[in-house]
């Protein structure tokens, strides 16, 4: 196991792979860290040292530097109106941040993520349905009757 990030990366897992288990790191992102660090993608993680790992997470701690706009995670904040990278617990927290905010505005999608609808104009007649089967179920024999 390598701590990446307050991320635990299993080290029998390529750098590839492994860098992908860490919430907002995808295979573009890590192919770019790798290719960046000049480690080769076959790498086992367990067998990197700890200034490679480090160099790892300088380098996705600095990734908006040198990453196109279009390979962000979060373009244009809300609150800030700059770009950012954010990587396992704050990705989560401030994309739970923007459904409260929509909620709490009363728009559209706030209210489809209250109600727990389809948010992105899905259909939902027929589709969607989690949770709802009950089987077949079979009537109770009224006394008196054949």
Known sequence: MVRILNT???GNKNI??????????GSRVARIVAKRTGIPTDEIFG?????????????????????PAWAINRQCDIETGEDMHLYGQNL????KDDINRLKMIKCYRGRRHEQGQ??????TRSNGRTGLTMGVSRTKNQPGSK
């Open 8 to 10: 635990d990366v299993d």
């Open 16 to 25: 590839i792979l492994g860098l992908q288990s860490v919430k907002g790191v």
């Open 47 to 67: 067998n990197l040292s700890e200034e490679q790992t480090t160099e790892i997470e300088n380098v996705l701690n600095s990734y908006i530097e040198f990453a």
């Open 92 to 95: 989560e927290l401030t994309n």
């Open 118 to 123: 389809k948010v992105r104009g899905q259909r």
